[in-house]
């Protein structure tokens, strides 16, 4: 298995623009997160999808970010537009079941995003 | 105050040495408690899982788990310099929740 696969690995972009985000989960994995790490807040879980339906999004920070599971195959974090401030590692991961019994989740390489 | 709490480090131990890593809690309905390691530029991976309060001991590594306490350790025996990297407690119930990560560097 080629594990979650995430591209880009690396995104430079100016402030304003539109960032998509994308990643494959491993097959036969029915749960989907997407996570931001900083140094100064961690490992944020941002939102998670199972069965291709958005179950919690309380972790979106503004209404400029959003996420769209298509298929099992497929998820996209889109920010529009993006600020310096969202900079940031963007990691997305996979998993069986539902998240409280999600314990063991496999996580993709990241995108690096940096907005200047 | 936060659903879990880390002490960030960083942590600099020689080879050899005994590392312990601590987390605690304030949501008494975890019941899944997990250590994930992450190395530079990489994405988290599982390094181990505890189901409600108890030990578990996988080689080199032990967890524990003290819910009355909600306290939970890492142990690292005979700690190399490959387990260089930063320790990540998670924990769910309900939802999923990450610490903010113990950077640990074992010295040759």
């Known amino acids: 298995d080629a594990g979650v696969i995430q591209s880009p690995r690396h995104e430079v972009t100016e402030m304003g623009q539109e960032v998509t985000l994308r990643c494959k989960p491993i097959s036969g994995h029915n749960s989907l997160f997407w996570y931001r790490q900083t140094m100064m807040r961690g490992l944020e879980l941002l939102i998670y999808?199972?069965?291709?339906?958005?179950?919690?999004d309380s972790g979106m920070p503004e209404d400029r970010f959003s996420a769209k599971m298509p298929n099992a195959s497929f998820s996209t974090l889109k920010i529009q537009p993006s600020e310096p401030r969202d900079s940031a590692v963007y990691f997305c991961?996979?998993?069986?079941?539902?998240?409280?019994?999600?314990?063991?989740?496999?996580f993709g390489p990241g995108t690096r995003l940096t907005v200047t | 105050q936060k659903e879990v709490e880390q002490d960030p480090g960083p942590l600099s131990v020689p080879e050899g040495a005994i590392v312990s890593l601590n987390c605690t809690y304030s949501n008494s309905a975890f019941q899944y408690f997990m250590w994930y390691r992450q190395y530079s530029r990489k994405g988290p991976e599982l390094l181990m899982y505890?189901?409600?309060?108890g030990n578990k001991e996988d080689g080199r590594f032990t967890a524990q788990v003290d819910k009355s306490s909600k306290y939970i350790s890492l142990f690292i025996r005979d700690s190399q310099p490959s387990d260089s990297a930063t320790y990540l407690c998670?924990?769910?119930?309900?939802?999923?929740?990450f610490g903010t990560g113990t950077s640990l560097t074992v010295i040759p």
């Open positions: 998670a924990m769910t119930g309900n939802q999923f929740y």
């Open positions: 999808f199972n069965n291709n339906v958005p179950i919690d």
């Open positions: 505890t189901y409600s309060s």
């Open positions: 991961a996979s998993s069986k079941g539902l998240a409280g019994l999600a314990y063991e989740q496999y």
